[in-house]
């Protein structure tokens, strides 16, 4: 399975780079993700529980940054297991553009499955995947620049806070 796609972040360059180098970032935007550790330089590894379908399962992993070229562009390469569920196994390549107001990411993203996950069909593993894609893209988004005006104003007090990532680096 093949998918791509862009989003717009309301940040330089520096910021989203730097984003995407942080576990804590990637830790609070990989939906299912209970667990992220290690560094940029020599990988990280990932406990995330997802449901497929009928299959759930927990899913232990790991990613390697290859090809960085700073902050322009980097290749994520990783494989996880989930038991008797099976595997899944890909990467992403991707890019960051200067905009005017912000930054471009591109992504150009592989994944390959197998065992139980596989025999589920592509039409239901590729809509998981798109689904899985965007939901990160928007966390990650909502991570580094905050919410929208309207959400800022909707939100509780109790709320986690969106945008404490460029707040972080930028304070």
Do not use: N
């Amino acid at each position: 399975m093949e998918m791509s796609g862009s989003i717009k972040i309301d940040a330089d360059r520096e910021t989203v780079w730097a984003a995407l180098l942080s576990p804590d970032v990637l830790k609070e935007c990989v939906p299912g993700c209970q667990e992220m550790t290690g560094t940029p330089e020599d990988g990280f590894a990932a406990t995330v529980v997802q449901k497929v379908g009928p299959v759930k399962a927990t899913f232990k992993g790991e990613v390697q940054l290859q090809d960085r070229v700073p902050p322009e562009s980097l290749r994520l390469v990783g494989e996880g297991k989930g038991g008797a569920a099976g595997f899944a196994k890909g990467g992403a390549k991707v890019q960051l553009v200067e905009e005017e107001g912000g930054t471009r990411l591109d992504y150009e993203a592989e994944a390959k499955v197998g065992g139980k996950l596989a025999q589920l069909g592509s039409r239901i593993i590729d809509g998981f995947a798109r689904k899985m894609a965007d939901q990160f893209f928007e966390k990650f988004r909502q991570a580094v620049e905050g919410p929208a005006e309207d959400e800022a104003a909707d939100a509780s007090p109790d709320a986690p806070k969106k945008g404490w990532f460029r707040s972080m680096v930028s304070g």
